[in-house]
């Protein structure tokens, strides 16, 4: 996993993707900055638990976006067909944590994945395409998880969590940190 943008293969250009448009009182939200931009919300905000808001216009099909929200790690995974196909055959015997694919996206926005980005284990940060079902592997133990970020392999004892998001904007956008559109903070 690079951060080259020149690399053709879309799944090596996995990008740090930090500043997001924070929600502000008024409801309004700044569009999105790919790469690390010191344009982004200053720490203190983030900390305090704003929403943020992200453009997923441009992550690619395959590609896997982090943004921060909170200072924790969150993964935004555009999945392709196959992958989506892998998450809905796994079967629960491969399993440690066992959950529906479909209690983990949103319904019509099936090639979205978003979770928590750090191992359940101790907290690492994972690696993506990696392990035996191509969803993430983790450096530390080798814990493995699948294209639902569930864990196929322990010592991790549980999936990777997913956060609070709704769709914005016909599902070209998704805010983090809210569990309607019209909630405010
Ligand atoms: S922190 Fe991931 S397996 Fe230990």
């Not at 929200?69 to 892998?86: M, N, S, Y």
């Amino acid at each position: 996993m690079t951060d080259n943008p020149h690399d053709d293969n879309p799944r090596r250009r996995d990008f740090l993707y930090i500043a997001t448009g924070v929600v502000g009182a008024a409801g309004v939200c700044a569009g999105a900055w790919p790469f690390i931009s010191a344009l982004g919300p200053d720490a203190e905000t983030i900390a305090n638990g704003a929403p943020v808001d992200v453009n997923l216009e441009p992550i690619a099909e395959g590609q896997i976006a982090k943004v921060l929200w909170r200072g924790r790690l969150v993964f935004i995974r555009h999945r392709t067909a196959e992958e989506i196909q892998k998450a809905k055959d796994l079967p629960v015997s491969a399993q440690l944590d066992p959950q529906e694919d479909s209690l983990r996206v949103k319904e019509g926005h099936e090639e979205w994945l978003v979770v928590f980005g750090n191992c359940t284990h101790l907290g690492c940060v994972l690696l993506g395409h990696e392990g035996q079902h191509g969803g993430w592997s983790c450096p530390c133990h080798g814990s493995e998880f699948d294209t639902s970020g569930r864990v196929t392999r322990g010592p991790a004892p549980s999936n990777l969590p997913v956060p609070d998001y709704v769709f914005l904007d016909g599902g070209t956008s998704i805010r983090i940190g809210v569990s309607s559109p019209d909630q405010t903070v």
